[in-house]
Protein backbone atom coordinates (compact mmCIF):
# COMPACT_ATOMS: atom_id res chain seq x y z
CA UNK A 1 0.00 0.00 0.00
CA UNK A 2 1.24 3.43 -0.72
CA UNK A 3 0.31 6.92 -0.04
CA UNK A 4 -1.65 7.67 -2.81
CA UNK A 5 -3.96 4.61 -1.38
CA UNK A 6 -4.32 6.22 1.65
CA UNK A 7 -5.31 9.73 0.25
CA UNK A 8 -8.07 7.78 -1.55
CA UNK A 9 -9.43 6.67 1.91
CA UNK A 10 -9.34 9.38 3.87
CA UNK A 11 -11.08 11.27 1.02
CA UNK A 12 -13.55 8.43 -0.03
CA UNK A 13 -14.46 8.63 3.89
CA UNK A 14 -14.84 12.38 4.28
CA UNK A 15 -17.13 12.58 1.19
CA UNK A 16 -19.23 10.53 3.01
CA UNK A 17 -19.12 12.63 5.97
CA UNK A 18 -19.83 15.89 4.11
CA UNK A 19 -23.26 14.58 2.31
CA UNK A 20 -24.05 13.07 6.17
CA UNK A 21 -24.39 9.23 4.96
CA UNK A 22 -22.82 7.98 8.39
CA UNK A 23 -24.56 4.60 7.28
CA UNK A 24 -22.54 4.39 3.47
CA UNK A 25 -19.24 5.53 5.45
CA UNK A 26 -19.75 1.81 7.45
CA UNK A 27 -20.81 -0.25 4.00
CA UNK A 28 -17.10 -0.65 3.63
CA UNK A 29 -15.39 -0.09 7.07
CA UNK A 30 -14.11 -3.42 8.01
CA UNK A 31 -14.79 -3.49 11.74
CA UNK A 32 -17.56 -1.19 12.26
CA UNK A 33 -15.68 0.57 15.73
CA UNK A 34 -18.40 3.22 15.44
CA UNK A 35 -22.20 2.65 14.26
CA UNK A 36 -23.42 5.95 12.30
CA UNK A 37 -25.14 6.96 15.15
CA UNK A 38 -21.78 7.56 16.92
CA UNK A 39 -20.20 9.16 13.74
CA UNK A 40 -23.17 11.57 13.44
CA UNK A 41 -23.44 12.12 17.45
CA UNK A 42 -19.34 12.93 17.29
CA UNK A 43 -19.72 15.41 14.49
CA UNK A 44 -23.42 16.78 15.61
CA UNK A 45 -21.82 17.91 19.31
CA UNK A 46 -18.74 19.48 17.76
CA UNK A 47 -20.91 21.70 15.90
CA UNK A 48 -20.91 23.43 12.32
CA UNK A 49 -21.23 21.32 9.02
CA UNK A 50 -17.57 18.64 7.85
CA UNK A 51 -16.19 20.32 4.44
CA UNK A 52 -14.26 19.30 2.01
CA UNK A 53 -11.10 19.97 2.68
CA UNK A 54 -8.40 21.67 0.15
CA UNK A 55 -5.73 19.71 -1.70
CA UNK A 56 -2.62 20.60 0.21
CA UNK A 57 -4.67 19.92 3.58
CA UNK A 58 -4.09 16.45 2.92
CA UNK A 59 0.01 16.45 3.05
CA UNK A 60 -0.83 16.74 6.63
CA UNK A 61 -2.21 14.17 6.76
CA UNK A 62 -0.47 12.12 10.15
CA UNK A 63 0.29 8.12 8.50
CA UNK A 64 1.93 5.67 11.44
CA UNK A 65 2.99 2.16 10.25
CA UNK A 66 1.94 -0.83 12.69
CA UNK A 67 5.16 -2.23 13.58
CA UNK A 68 5.44 -5.66 11.46
CA UNK A 69 1.76 -5.85 9.74
CA UNK A 70 1.06 -4.27 6.55
CA UNK A 71 -1.42 -2.02 8.19
CA UNK A 72 -1.01 1.80 8.98
CA UNK A 73 -3.26 4.26 11.52
CA UNK A 74 -4.08 7.71 10.16
CA UNK A 75 -4.68 10.89 11.84
CA UNK A 76 -6.63 14.24 9.80
CA UNK A 77 -8.32 16.75 10.73
CA UNK A 78 -11.42 17.62 9.18
CA UNK A 79 -12.37 20.67 8.28
CA UNK A 80 -15.67 21.99 9.51
CA UNK A 81 -17.31 25.34 8.25
CA UNK A 82 -14.26 25.65 5.64
CA UNK A 83 -11.72 25.94 8.42
CA UNK A 84 -9.40 23.18 9.83
CA UNK A 85 -10.80 21.45 13.19
CA UNK A 86 -9.08 20.41 16.22
CA UNK A 87 -11.81 17.05 15.20
CA UNK A 88 -9.63 14.52 14.04
CA UNK A 89 -10.75 11.58 11.80
CA UNK A 90 -8.72 8.29 12.92
CA UNK A 91 -9.05 5.34 10.23
CA UNK A 92 -7.02 2.17 10.30
CA UNK A 93 -6.20 0.79 7.09
CA UNK A 94 -5.07 -2.58 6.90
CA UNK A 95 -4.35 -4.72 3.07
CA UNK A 96 -6.25 -8.05 2.94
CA UNK A 97 -4.76 -10.40 0.00
CA UNK A 98 -3.87 -7.02 -1.66
CA UNK A 99 -7.09 -5.08 -1.03
CA UNK A 100 -6.96 -2.32 1.54
CA UNK A 101 -9.35 -2.57 3.69
CA UNK A 102 -10.41 0.60 6.67
CA UNK A 103 -12.24 1.05 9.82
CA UNK A 104 -13.29 4.24 11.19
CA UNK A 105 -11.55 4.50 14.62
CA UNK A 106 -12.75 7.48 16.47
CA UNK A 107 -13.78 11.02 15.45
CA UNK A 108 -12.33 13.18 17.99
CA UNK A 109 -10.75 16.37 19.49
CA UNK A 110 -6.91 15.97 19.82
Do not use: C
Not at 2 to 21: A, P, R, W
Not at 51 to 56: C, K, N, R, V
Amino acid sequence: MNKQVYLDIVKTIIGFLYIKDYEGVLNDDYAENLTSQEIETALTEYGGEVTIPPEDSYNKMSIYKVRDRDEVSIDFNLWIDNVESDLTLTVRIINVNGVPKYTIEGIHVL
